[in-house]
Each structure stands twice: as structure tokens, then as C-alpha cells.
């Protein structure tokens, strides 16, 4: 069973940098005065199923200041809106989100569902 604040996987052992995590959908629109991307329900983010495909944004250190990066992972495991998914393709950021990356997240890391 998955903890209740899911981490990455890699964090958690050390092969991520530590100022790089998953951003809430809260966080990502608590500071957004305008944005085009529409929030997905609770309800949708909550039920996401397995081969589904999700979309999650992460935060990433880049010297002074952190940079957002979404990517696409594929959702192999899901309970209870709590998953575990496999990174569809690598950052542009850092070297250290590649594709197949084994990632563990909640609904409220999920910004859009494909």
C-alpha cells in the first residue's frame, strides 16, 4: 500500500536531485492569474484507471529559481486514487526523469487525463 503523501520512487533512493518533486494541482494554480488548462474533477482524478494516461508537473531546481515541466506517464497500478505510473517520455530539464521512470503519485498531482 502506498504511503499517503506518495514521493517519486527515485527521491526516495536518492537518484532524483532533492529539489525536484511533484507539483499539486493546487500549488500549480495557486499563483496562475491566467491559465489555459482546465482542472479535471476530483471525481475524474480520483478513478483514473490502469493504461490510462496522465499528466504531471514537476518541479525542478535550475539554479536560482525551480522550473515546472509537465510529462506523461502511463498509470500501471491504481488504488483508491493513489497510482503508479511509467514516465512516457523524459524531461528536457534534468537527466534524471527518463523515459520508463517507475513514478508514485495521488489524484492531486494529475493535471490532465488522456
Known amino acids: 500500500m502506498l504511503e499517503k503523501k506518495p514521493i517519486l520512487k527515485k527521491l526516495a533512493t536518492g537518484h532524483l536531485p532533492l529539489a525536484t518533486k511533484l507539483v499539486t494541482v493546487d500549488e500549480f494554480f495557486a499563483d496562475k492569474e491566467f491559465c489555459y ?26 539554479g536560482i529559481e525551480g522550473v515546472e515541466e509537465k510529462l506523461w506517464v502511463e498509470v500501471s497500478w491504481a488504488e483508491n ?34
Open 81 to 114: 486514487g493513489y497510482y503508479i505510473g511509467k514516465l512516457l517520455d523524459g524531461s528536457n530539464r534534468t537527466e534524471n526523469l527518463s523515459a520508463g521512470d517507475s513514478i508514485d503519485f495521488s489524484f492531486e498531482h494529475i493535471i490532465m487525463i488522456w
Open 37 to 62: 488548462l482546465s482542472i479535471f474533477s476530483l471525481a475524474e482524478r480520483e478513478s483514473v484507471q490502469v493504461g490510462q494516461h496522465v499528466k504531471l508537473i514537476f518541479k525542478i531546481e535550475d
